[in-house]
Structure formats: structure tokens, C-alpha cells
Nanobody
Framework: QVQLVESGGGLVQAGGSLRLSCAAS????????MGWFRQAPGKEREFVAA????????DYADSVKGRFTISRDNALNTIVLQMNSLKPEDTALYYC?????????????????WGQGTQVTVSS
């Protein structure tokens, strides 16, 4: 079992930045690929970014590529999503997820553990 707790969400103006963190506890964190997903009201959950167990491989949704950066620190059991140049369409509840494989994946159905989410609101 892996427990995930997100933090760092908030209200920011368009063009601003936020840094989301996800703290993991439980089983060996470094055995899991990790991902960030988001869900806006009335919309389906969508992939944002993912990172392999070692951090050597990352993947991004086209909508955030060049603006968001995912990273991990296995010694601290933490992953981070640095979000720059935020847009109103980035507004959503952001979730951290863990997958019992080593490679990053885009399908939320393939992730095994989820956090409760942290709200990001970008005003225009």
C-alpha cells in the first residue's frame, strides 16, 4: 500500500507559477512510476505528466509541454510538478498517482494508488 498526499495548490493569476508536491509513504517509493493527472468540473480526468521510477524518463501532455516539469527525489519520497506560464484552462483538481511499474504511463486506469488531490485555480 502507498499513501499519497498532494500539496501546493492555490489561486494564481494567468502567467504565474505554482509548485505541486506529492509526498509518498508506505511501500518502497522508488519501485513506482509516478504521474500527475487533473480533472476540471464536468470533464474527464486527463493525463498531465509522468516520470519513471528512476527519474530518467518523463512524459508530458502536449497541453503542458514546455511549461510544466515533473521531477522526483526518491530519498525524500517526493515528486514535484513545477508549473509555469499557467493558463486559465489549467484550472483543475490535480492528483498524484503511483503505478507499480517502472515506466511512465498516460492512462489513469493503469495507476494503482491515488492522492486526494490539490486544487489549482488560474484567474484570467
Amino acid at each position: 500500500q502507498v499513501q499519497l498526499v498532494e500539496s501546493g495548490g492555490g489561486l494564481v493569476q494567468a502567467g504565474g507559477s505554482l509548485r505541486l508536491s506529492c509526498a509518498a509513504s508506505g511501500r518502497t517509493f522508488s519501485n513506482y512510476a509516478m504521474g500527475w493527472f487533473r480533472q476540471a468540473p464536468g470533464k474527464e480526468r486527463e493525463f498531465v505528466a509522468a516520470i519513471s521510477w528512476s527519474g530518467g524518463r518523463t512524459d508530458y501532455a502536449d497541453s503542458v509541454k514546455g511549461r510544466f516539469t515533473i521531477s522526483r527525489d526518491n530519498a525524500l519520497n517526493t515528486i514535484v510538478l513545477q508549473m509555469n506560464s499557467l493558463k486559465p484552462e489549467d484550472t483543475a483538481l490535480y492528483y498524484c498517482a503511483a503505478d507499480r511499474s517502472y515506466i511512465p504511463k498516460r492512462r489513469w486506469e493503469e495507476y494503482d494508488y491515488w492522492g486526494q488531490g490539490t486544487q489549482v485555480t488560474v484567474s484570467s
